[in-house]
């Protein structure tokens, strides 16, 4: 892309000098989480982000995941009469690389995997000695069968009799059992599946990579095709059956996940542009979204998290998991009256938000679901300080309708990028901004060569038409003005690279 005679200064002219204001490329700046209307979580959050140096939401996000897989889904919300909410979180909390993702996940996750272990050893014996007599027992009744079909009269009778008793036995045995599992990690959706079914239909999922998006969208089976009917299903509790060649369908009749995934913000670029049935099919509109803010401190000695804070987080995931984990039914947990009242007051504010005008309309399939994921929010927290509670109260009802601005706010940040992409394209401008501001002498001119020269490498700037481009763009939002080119009459040689001119408030901030 070549270059035009034209700059793009235009708008408000700047006292003393032949400039305008430039647009700003600076992407909005997002709310801090609200760390303190956690209870107290807030605690374990605070200390851990202090100690990891890593953004709040980060450990915020994967701790309310690990409490959403603690609860296993045996229990649910009874919002109003015909109204159930699950305690399963959907949450995606975006970080660049140097962010610690995967130690905030595994500080939050640490008291699943111990537990998990336990429960593990704890359960071998029963589970093997069972399996082992599912597997005598139908070699028993095999070889009945066919003793049966084949004897003669008089002895038909015993070995049908023999197959029977095997049989009746088999029912009481039931399936094969397996070994209890909290959490799964980059595995094919078949297999979550079958884990699922193997776990009582719930199971967990933290992770810092964006596998599963990619199974999702097909990559691995399903003829390519996106299948999203479990994430989908699992979400809201509903029944769920496993069609397996040459063996019986597996049907879970409710089922549970819970799902954190921590990861790089370009796991998600264009995620819905690419795979529009994501949206479409409501998938995304079940997720909360955090786009963290980085942070500044990156110091050596950081504080350690005080074991007496570690301790409390440990016990109560513990608690939460021996409590409820291994109840056979799910229980219905209420709202007091007064947490009644504040939640439907909130409710119907925020229902014109969503209408054609409103602010949220461009987002209102996401919006729909935010008043009942404030809610198993709500009782996630109220679990986590206390697994028998079963009301959830005013004072906590209020603290999570007061997350609801943040959310919000980078739910519509994470969509664009997602989408759009908006913010996305500008960040090659800004990175162009962040060189000419660091030079020796920031407003000075420079040419097209001098930025590629520097930014060459990046991932936007794959060519020198890129870098065209940017400054192209850059010029239109009247940072920098191309500069005449020099009379090259009766010259030779190859022609000299665009220089530009830099707006002086690039120099002024610099200093």
């Given at each position: 892309m070549g270059f035009g005679d034209d700059s793009g200064i235009s708008g408000t002219r700047i006292a003393d000098t032949d400039w305008d204001e430039p647009v700003p490329v600076d992407a909005p700046a997002l709310p801090r989480f609200p760390t303190e209307r956690l209870g107290l979580l807030?605690?374990?959050?605070?200390?851990?982000?202090?100690?990891?140096?890593?953004?709040?939401?980060?450990?915020?996000?994967?701790?309310?995941?690990?409490?959403?897989?603690?609860?296993?889904?045996?229990?649910?919300?009874?919002?109003?009469?015909?109204?159930?909410?699950?305690?399963?979180?959907?949450?995606?909390?975006?970080a660049d690389s140097s962010e610690k993702k995967t130690p905030a996940l595994n500080a939050a996750a640490a008291p699943l995997r111990e537990i998990e272990d336990e429960l593990i050893e704890q359960h071998r014996p029963r589970v093997e000695a069972t399996a082992q007599e599912i597997r005598i027992t139908t070699a028993r009744m095999s070889k009945a069968e066919q003793a049966a079909a084949g004897a003669a009269a008089e002895k038909r009778e015993e070995a049908e009799a023999d197959a029977e008793a095997a049989r009746l036995r088999l029912t009481e045995l039931g399936d094969t059992p397996h070994l209890p599992r909290l959490l799964v990690r980059d595995i094919t959706?078949?297999?979550?599946?079958?884990?699922?079914?193997?776990?009582?239909?719930?199971?967990?999922?933290?992770?810092?990579?964006?596998?599963?998006?990619?199974?999702?969208a097909g990559l691995y089976g399903n003829n390519g095709k996106a299948n999203t009917d479990l994430l989908l299903e699992a979400y809201s509790g509903g029944p769920y059956t496993i069609d397996r060649t040459g063996r019986a369908s597996a049907r879970m009749s409710s089922t549970f996940l819970a799902l954190g995934l921590v990861v790089q913000p370009g796991i998600v670029a264009g995620l819905e542009k690419q795979n529009p049935e994501f949206r479409q099919s409501g998938l995304l509109g079940r997720f909360l979204y955090a786009r963290s803010n980085p942070t500044d401190e990156d110091t050596f000695d950081s504080p350690a998290v005080p074991l007496v804070i570690a301790e409390e987080y440990r016990t109560c995931i513990r608690n939460l998991v021996t409590q409820l984990w291994d109840r056979p039914l799910a229980e219905t947990m209420t709202l007091t009256t007064g947490a009644r009242q504040a939640f439907a007051e909130y409710y119907n504010a925020f229902a014109k938000r969503r209408k054609p005008g409103g602010d949220l309309h461009d987002i209102a399939d996401w919006a729909g679901k935010l008043r009942g994921q404030l809610v198993r929010i709500a009782a996630c927290l109220t679990l986590y300080e206390d697994p028998r509670a079963r009301e959830i109260s005013l004072e906590r009802m209020n603290d999570v309708l007061a997350l609801a601005p943040y959310l919000i706010a980078h739910a519509r940040a994470v969509f664009d990028l997602m989408g759009r992409n908006r913010e996305g394209k500008l960040k090659p401008l800004r990175d162009v901004l962040a060189w000419l501001s660091t030079r020796p002498e920031?407003?000075?001119?420079?040419?097209?060569?001098?930025?590629?020269?520097?930014?060459?490498?990046?991932?936007?700037?794959?060519?020198?038409?890129?870098?065209?481009?940017?400054?192209?763009?850059?010029?239109?939002?009247?940072?920098?003005?191309l500069l005449p080119p020099p009379d090259r009459q009766g010259r030779r040689g190859r022609k000299p690279s665009p220089k530009f001119q830099v707006h002086p408030r690039l120099s002024a901030s610099a200093t």
């Amino acid at each position: 892309m070549g270059f035009g005679d034209d700059s793009g200064i235009s708008g408000t002219r700047i006292a003393d000098t032949d400039w305008d204001e430039p647009v700003p490329v600076d992407a909005p700046a997002l709310p801090r989480f609200p760390t303190e209307r956690l209870g107290l979580l807030s605690k374990f959050v605070t200390a851990n982000a202090a100690s990891l140096q890593t953004p709040e939401d980060l450990v915020a996000f994967a701790s309310l995941a690990s409490i959403s897989t603690a609860t296993g889904g045996r229990v649910r919300v009874q919002v109003k009469a015909d109204w159930y909410e699950s305690t399963a979180l959907y949450l995606v909390a975006l970080a660049d690389s140097s962010e610690k993702k995967t130690p905030a996940l595994n500080a939050a996750a640490a008291p699943l995997r111990e537990i998990e272990d336990e429960l593990i050893e704890q359960h071998r014996p029963r589970v093997e000695a069972t399996a082992q007599e599912i597997r005598i027992t139908t070699a028993r009744m095999s070889k009945a069968e066919q003793a049966a079909a084949g004897a003669a009269a008089e002895k038909r009778e015993e070995a049908e009799a023999d197959a029977e008793a095997a049989r009746l036995r088999l029912t009481e045995l039931g399936d094969t059992p397996h070994l209890p599992r909290l959490l799964v990690r980059d595995i094919t959706l078949e297999a979550v599946g079958k884990v699922m079914y193997e776990q009582g239909g719930r199971i967990g999922s933290l992770a810092s990579e964006g596998g599963l998006f990619k199974v999702a969208a097909g990559l691995y089976g399903n003829n390519g095709k996106a299948n999203t009917d479990l994430l989908l299903e699992a979400y809201s509790g509903g029944p769920y059956t496993i069609d397996r060649t040459g063996r019986a369908s597996a049907r879970m009749s409710s089922t549970f996940l819970a799902l954190g995934l921590v990861v790089q913000p370009g796991i998600v670029a264009g995620l819905e542009k690419q795979n529009p049935e994501f949206r479409q099919s409501g998938l995304l509109g079940r997720f909360l979204y955090a786009r963290s803010n980085p942070t500044d401190e990156d110091t050596f000695d950081s504080p350690a998290v005080p074991l007496v804070i570690a301790e409390e987080y440990r016990t109560c995931i513990r608690n939460l998991v021996t409590q409820l984990w291994d109840r056979p039914l799910a229980e219905t947990m209420t709202l007091t009256t007064g947490a009644r009242q504040a939640f439907a007051e909130y409710y119907n504010a925020f229902a014109k938000r969503r209408k054609p005008g409103g602010d949220l309309h461009d987002i209102a399939d996401w919006a729909g679901k935010l008043r009942g994921q404030l809610v198993r929010i709500a009782a996630c927290l109220t679990l986590y300080e206390d697994p028998r509670a079963r009301e959830i109260s005013l004072e906590r009802m209020n603290d999570v309708l007061a997350l609801a601005p943040y959310l919000i706010a980078h739910a519509r940040a994470v969509f664009d990028l997602m989408g759009r992409n908006r913010e996305g394209k500008l960040k090659p401008l800004r990175d162009v901004l962040a060189w000419l501001s660091t030079r020796p002498e920031p407003g000075s001119d420079f040419s097209a060569r001098d930025a590629w020269q520097a930014l060459k490498g990046r991932e936007w700037a794959e060519d020198m038409d890129a870098m065209s481009d940017v400054l192209l763009q850059l010029e239109d939002h009247g940072w920098i003005a191309l500069l005449p080119p020099p009379d090259r009459q009766g010259r030779r040689g190859r022609k000299p690279s665009p220089k530009f001119q830099v707006h002086p408030r690039l120099s002024a901030s610099a200093t």
